[in-house]
């Protein structure tokens, strides 16, 4: 029973890992938002696994649903037959800024799992036994790395989703699923859906005014925490 | 420190007359600007009529406080505590957030009238309304829950309200400033995720009592740190600053500089003061950063060309002057004294320097609309044609230069005298060269506004009030020198 019960999670951070590095690294925007779905969806098992049915319906609503239109909508699939502009990432990157954001993924997954494995002593679910929280520590490395490394707007607004996501199930995995911790996710996931819902407005906006290339976010001196 | 921010238990239950103006003025903003949305005010009474309960609201908790000293306000909702309380330091931000909110509230319908009829002018009222609630939360809560749902609304809402010009510059430079609030609120939700699962709990004043110097408070002091320093544009990160005020609406601008950033660092000094009481460099690495702002931020706003990034760029030089204090207020072995002077001048600082750039804003806002240009060369001529305007940003000026008897002098004054005691001799050096750097660029301004070399025929008038508004917000940055007891007297009242 036990093992199943593993094998099953196991399988669960597994599944949400591959899909969310699929949809931070695809450049065919159509695909990355389908998997952003996808991913969204795998969320509310984790949390139905972990025990909060309340934060899996939530995640469900805001996350897959409405988050999901939101992106749908920025892509402009809201009317089948209508070709859009938006079709894939065309933004080339030179390797240097390639590699920097790599290493900072890195340094990122490095500093996060020492942080989680040796500082806090009494975690509510350990990482040895829990492998979503190693998809936790995973996801959240990989999404600010992506966040830092893209330049198009919309993918960035995805790896911030994806990053919240990472968030949450590290969130949960340190603090467990008190009403407290819950109520923090929640109000987490609806701010995450109201800035996509933002966010996509401004890119069909940007996309009506100036074109494509209005997408890409140019200072390259910005980064974030 | 915790004292000083009101963090310890109350003598009295507040009355049945405060809890009806705490909601008045939590809720009020909030429904004003629905109903604004709906009837958008074509003129300045309906919005002054408007504001009248929220300023009573106000009063009313200012005089609730003068009789009880500190209040608390608690509440259990399904098994999460959330908390309130009001200190006097908490009631000084209200009301400047109050004025300087109705201030804004009041330029709005002249400014919205004189530029070219705008599709979504009527949003700018609700967005408004979140913005000014959101801001009265943040003075007031006292756990971490209330507080992350107040920055995020006032986040969202401040990205909305300077998107609305709906200018390709302002879109691109909104959707930067959209995603780098939303990971920097995520650092500081992982921060708070630290503190939970380590103590378990959320209210400050428990956190204070229970919370010891080790790797956890360090890590969760840096997260937070680095979420809150990016939205409060606090040097290295204010790159997003000035494009973000380049093409907003003046009254969006005033209240973004003077309210939306200073919550993001009186959050953060509250919650370092908590989790690093005796940390040694943590504010000295903040100091030596704010040292760089204000130089950077000083020689950014005398090379511009844009009337615009001068004043947005001079926010950066400020904010620097109140990150050098931090070493006078955290850390260990810091004297009573100097620590006293440094609070004071801290808030005086920030006060006046709420009012000085909100009144900086609406007069550069006013140049330009009567102007029709954004750029400084622009402005030749103004002085025989726009006196008034120019007197208004000049006086707001002298509050920034710290001239007396002005409340920046006053700040200034203070400051210096808790940097000579504590023998800071660097940060004494900053302040100056900050002033200087400041009289610099200010003065660069009038040159251009006197030059009459290029006579202009066309200026387009002013709706009446747009200058006297702007002109009693500057006077008030200058009179809270002269009259600074009563500030002071209250940021003094959080440990009676």
């Known amino acids: 029973m036990i093992a199943s019960f593993d094998a099953l999670e196991t399988l669960l951070a597994l599944g949400l890992t591959v899909v969310a590095l699929a949809c931070l690294f695809d450049r065919h925007l159509v695909r990355a938002c389908c998997f952003f779905v996808a991913f969204a969806l795998a969320m509310t098992l984790a949390w139905w696994q972990l025990g909060a049915p309340w934060l899996a319906a939530v995640e469900l609503l805001l996350g897959a649903v409405l988050t999901g239109l939101c ?26 800024r390639a590699f920097a954001r790599l290493l900072l993924a890195l340094a990122w997954f490095v500093m996060v ?27 959240t490395a990989s999404a600010l790395g992506a966040f830092a490394l893209h330049r198009h707007v919309l993918r960035r607004l995805l790896a911030f989703n994806i990053l919240g996501s990472g968030v949450f199930m590290l969130l949960a995995g340190v603090a467990g699923t008190s009403a407290t911790a819950q109520a923090l996710i929640t109000v987490g996931l609806c701010i995450a859906w109201l800035g ?9 906006q940007l996309l009506h005014l100036e074109g494509v290339d209005a997408l890409r976010d140019g200072n390259p001196k910005e980064n974030a925490t | 420190m915790i004292w000083r921010f009101g963090l310890f238990e109350s003598t009295f239950t507040p009355l049945v007359s405060t809890h009806w103006a705490l909601s008045a003025a939590l809720g009020l903003p909030l429904l004003l600007g629905m109903l604004a949305a709906l009837f958008p005010p074509q003129r300045m009474w309906p919005v002054a009529l408007a504001s009248l309960p929220v300023l009573v609201s106000g009063w009313v908790l200012l005089s609730a406080y003068d009789q009880a000293g500190l209040l608390r306000w608690q509440w259990e909702v399904a098994g999460v505590s959330l908390s309130l309380r009001l200190s006097g330091l908490s009631v000084l ?95 500081y939700l992982l921060g708070v995720a630290l503190i939970l699962g380590q103590w378990g709990r959320l209210d400050l004043q428990g956190l204070a009592a229970v919370v010891e110097p080790g ?156 102007t029709g240009e954004s750029t400084l060369k622009g402005l030749a001529g103004t ?20 001239l007396p008897p002005s409340s920046g002098f006053t700040a200034k004054w203070l400051l210096l005298e808790a940097m000579l005691i504590s023998q800071q001799w660097w940060a004494v050096a900053a302040l100056l060269v900050g002033t200087l750097l400041t009289a610099a660029y200010v003065f660069r301004m009038f040159r251009y506004s006197f030059d009459d070399s290029a006579p202009r025929h066309h200026y387009q008038p002013l709706a009446p009030g747009m200058d006297l508004i702007a002109l009693a917000l500057a006077l008030t940055a200058f009179a809270l020198g002269l009259l600074a007891h009563f500030p002071l007297a209250l940021m003094r009242g959080g440990g009676v």
Request: proline letters at 6%; charged letters at 10%.
């Open chain 1, 71 to 96: 992106f749908f909508y920025a892509l402009g699939r809201f009317f089948p037959g209508v070709s859009s502009p938006l079709e894939r990432d065309s933004f080339n990157e030179p390797w240097t």
């Open chain 1, 113 to 139: 799992g020492a942080a989680i494995r040796y500082v806090i002593t009494d975690m509510v679910y350990s990482p040895d036994e829990q492998p979503l929280l190693l998809a936790g520590v995973m996801i």
């Open chain 1, 196 to 204: 996509s819902m933002l966010g996509a407005l401004l890119i069909r």
């Open chain 2, 93 to 187: 931000l209200l009301l400047t957030t109050q004025w300087i909110g109705v201030a804004a509230a009041l330029y709005t319908p002249g400014s919205l009238r004189l530029g070219e009829p705008q599709p979504l002018s009527r949003w700018l009222w609700p967005l408004m309304g979140v913005l000014l609630s959101a801001l009265s939360l943040i003075w007031l809560a006292s756990d971490l829950l209330t507080l992350y749902v107040a920055l995020e609304l006032m986040g969202l809402s401040a990205v909305g309200m300077l998107l609305l010009s709906g200018k390709v510059a302002a879109l691109v430079a909104g959707m930067r400033y959209l995603l780098l609030a939303l990971v920097g609120s995520l650092a």
């Open chain 2, 215 to 370: 790797p956890v408070a360090w890590i969760a002091a840096a997260l937070m740190g680095a979420g809150l320093a990016l939205k409060a544009a606090l040097f290295p990160m204010h790159g997003w600053l000035s494009p973000v005020h380049g093409s907003a609406w003046t009254p969006v601008s005033a209240l973004h500089a003077a309210l939306v950033i200073k919550a993001s660092l009186f959050m953060l000094l509250q919650l370092w003061s908590i989790l690093l009481p005796g940390t040694f460099y943590a504010p000295r690495v903040i100091a030596w950063l704010g040292m760089l702002a204000i130089v950077w931020g000083g020689l950014l706003a005398w090379r511009t060309d844009s009337l615009k990034t001068l004043v947005a760029s001079s926010t950066v030089a400020q904010l620097g002057y109140l990150m050098v204090v931090f070493p006078l207020l955290l850390g260990p072995d810091i004297a009573p004294l100097p620590r006293a002077l440094a609070w004071e001048g801290f808030w005086l600082q920030l006060l006046g320097h709420a009012f000085a750039k909100a009144a900086m804003f609406m007069a550069a806002g006013n140049l330009i609309f009567a």
């Open chain 2, 383 to 402: 002085s025989r044609r726009l006196p008034l305007s120019l007197l208004i940003f000049g006086v707001a000026s002298v509050t920034l230069m710290g």
